[in-house]
């Protein structure tokens, strides 16, 4: 008799969870967290039985287990998401999600205790592009690069950085990169300490530099909720107001100081250094645009501008200073934190770098 009654409740239980109503998919949402991490939200009236399944480091599945569920709305690709399929197979619902594959993530499966909310949380593992191999060529260029600032002088002060440590951060980078395209390439600093800027120049000089790239970070003294973006500087005289302050605050002087100096820059540098500066200050400056946009899609370019900066003056070869973005503008000094954006910045400065020697390698042939 018990035997029965046991047997009955089995078959009931069966019967009845062959019936129950099946799970429901009421929203699908992507949360940027922050640049690396995003939260994808799938929320049900009830779930219990999944899988999460990765078919590759960018593409994986959610699977609701022996389940045919039913949608009130159709997830659609969002921010790192680019593609998603939904598939019944085997008597399941499969929600397949295709990632950016430029990017390799770490995954976390959460469901919330009511099991209205199941979360996949991805987070993007900083990667390195692969450097590409350099074109043969009769000289290694030597490449100076010259982290701003450092030691007792902190640069600007942003939002959540010093402009010191952002700069080296980059430059580094840029080094890296470069290194890994054997060039052979100088750093003025490699840690938090101060080269005037004269030793910065000599160094360039001491070496045989073909190339030397200063890294800043700038500054808006007024409207820095608008003032934002990259600018690339060549060694020229200027009358623009605000190249001028700029200069000032680069080289330690006051705005009243800056007329001599613009004199004494005139007399001083030639017109064919102007020129082969002003052309890799527009590789730099495209390249860096290009890149950094890979990470901060509202990355704005400012231009490709002149002012005289001391640090350019003693050089021998043509030589830049960059304005990477504003450390005091919210938006520009949430990326300079962001490491990934860093190293975005640093690539495209090296692949500017790089269209500029091999463009010159071209012409000098044919010449």
């Known amino acids: 008799m018990i035997k029965a009654i046991i047997s009955l409740f089995w078959v009931f239980f069966f019967a009845l969870n062959a019936y129950a109503k099946p799970p429901v998919l009421e929203s699908f949402s992507v949360i940027n967290i922050s640049p690396l991490v995003e939260n994808v939200i799938f929320t ?19 699977a609701i287990n022996k389940k045919i569920i039913r949608f009130k709305c159709k997830p659609k690709p969002k921010l790192s998401i680019k593609r998603i399929l939904i598939r019944n197979i085997r008597n399941e619902t499969r929600v ?8 390799k993530y770490k995954y976390r499966l959460l469901l919330s205790k009511n099991g209205r909310y199941l979360i996949v949380r991805t987070e993007k593992i900083l990667t390195i592009p692969a450097a590409t191999p350099n ?11 010259d982290p701003g600032h450092g ?11 010093k402009e010191k440590n952002v700069v080296l951060s980059i430059g580094k980078w840029v080094a890296y990169y470069l290194k890994h395209d054997r060039y052979k390439v100088f750093l003025t600093r490699k840690s938090d300490i101060y080269p005037t800027l004269a030793q910065r120049a000599q160094l360039a000089n001491r070496v045989k530099a073909d190339i030397f790239v200063s890294i800043h970070a700038n500054y808006a003294i007024k409207d820095k909720y608008h003032a934002k973006g990259l600018e690339v500087y060549f060694l020229n005289t200027t009358s623009d107001p605000r190249a001028i302050r700029l200069a000032a605050r680069e080289n330690g002087v006051s705005v009243k100081k800056m007329g001599d100096i613009n004199k004494i820059i005139l007399s001083l540098i030639q017109s064919s250094k102007i020129d082969k500066s002003k052309v890799l200050a527009s590789y730099v400056y495209k390249n860096t645009l290009k890149y950094g946009k890979r990470i901060y899609k509202h990355y704005k370019g400012r231009g490709v501008k002149q002012a005289p900066f001391y640090v350019l003056v003693d050089t021998h070869c043509p030589s830049i200073l960059i304005e990477t973005a504003f450390i005091n503008n919210p938006q520009d000094a949430l990326m300079l934190k962001n490491p990934l954006f860093r190293k975005q910045v640093a690539y495209g400065i090296s692949k500017g770098i790089e269209e500029y020697v091999q463009t010159r390698l071209k012409n000098t042939k044919t010449q």
């Open 44 to 62: 049900f009236n009830k779930v219990k039985d999944y899988r999460f399944i990765m078919l590759s480091n960018d593409y994986w599945y959610i």
């Open 96 to 103: 397949y999600v295709k990632m950016d594959s430029r990017y």
């Open 135 to 145: 074109k043969v060529i009769t000289k290694i260029p030597v490449i100076v690069i």
């Open 151 to 161: 030691g007792k002088d902190p640069g600007a002060i942003g939002i959540y950085n």
